[in-house]
């Protein structure tokens, strides 16, 4: 079985202040959580919501790593920087970073081995964009990014994968639970193919894109659909943590 993992993702929001506030009041209300659950916050936020987090059963994660160890790479963080502050997770090649900041399957690719070198668990973000979900390319976008973004895995199921079709990112646009579940259900096949099929199995993937606490639980009760990466929703202890109970 594979355990869920509902992740926040709090993109650019919240000051460290913020922050910390917002997980105060998250802690006792998902105190009960029958999955894992996560807030992936900005770099800055991570020192103080790390310390805020302390005791409680919500796991830190970041929204980007760098693939160097260290050197000449002025604006970027790197893995053992994250690691110092009890960073366990990290988003990588969301598609805001594929669309304005230029990361490719390449750049995914490398952020994801450098991350696991570290003992960091990825959460690797696919998805297509709405022109070439209407023009048929979904599978073929997806398993490109899972060939050339997941490339020299061992095992497929050391990471978490973050279905996100771009589309509905921040759109209100849901995929139906049907699409998403269709969806995530190639990409385990896929993985079944490049990788092992015992590890697509066990492999968790998320869907993302407008999840919130109303669609949450038609969504968690697809078959294949193992989590949410929430954008929005994230931003409110409520809303998130009705995410969580999404079984409640
Ligand atoms: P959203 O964002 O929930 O606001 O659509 C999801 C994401 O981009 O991870």
């Known amino acids: 079985m594979r355990r869920p ?3 926040g993702n709090w993109k650019m929001n919240n000051t460290a202040a913020a922050g910390v506030a917002l997980v105060n009041e998250l802690k006792p209300l ?6 894992d659950v996560v807030v992936c ?3 800055t936020d991570i020192p103080a919501v790390s310390e805020a987090l302390k005791g409680s059963n919500i796991a830190l994660g970041a929204q980007n790593v760098h693939f160097a160890e260290k050197g000449a790479y002025t604006g970027e963080i790197s893995a053992d920087m994250l690691k110092e502050y009890g960073v366990k997770y990290v988003i990588i090649g969301h598609s805001e970073r594929r669309q304005y900041f230029g990361e490719t399957n390449e750049t995914v690719n490398k952020r994801m081995h450098a991350a696991l070198a ?11 964009s709405l022109e070439e979900r209407e023009t048929g390319k979904t599978e073929q976008v997806l398993s490109v990014q899972i060939e050339e973004g ?3 895995l061992e095992d497929v199921s050391s990471i978490v994968i973050a279905y996100e079709p771009v589309w509905a990112i921040g759109t209100g ?3 139906t639970a049907e699409q998403a579940n269709e969806t995530i259900g190639f990409i385990r096949k896929k993985c079944g193919e ?3 099929p015992k590890c697509a199995e066990k492999v968790r993937i998320q869907y993302g894109g407008s999840m919130n606490a109303k669609n949450c639980k038609e969504l968690m009760a697809m078959p294949e659909i193992d989590g949410g990466l929430i954008g929005g929703a994230s931003l409110k202890a409520q809303d998130f943590s ?5 079984n409640k």
């Open 41 to 43: 916050v900005p770099f």
């Open 194 to 196: 490049v990788f092992c």
């Open 173 to 175: 646009k849901t995929a």
């Open 5 to 7: 993992i509902i992740a």
């Open 118 to 128: 570290a003992g960091l668990i990825p959460i690797v973000c696919v998805g297509e």
């Open 150 to 152: 997941l490339k020299g």
């Open 30 to 35: 998902v105190a009960d959580a029958e999955c």
């Open 242 to 246: 009705q995410i969580v109970h999404y």
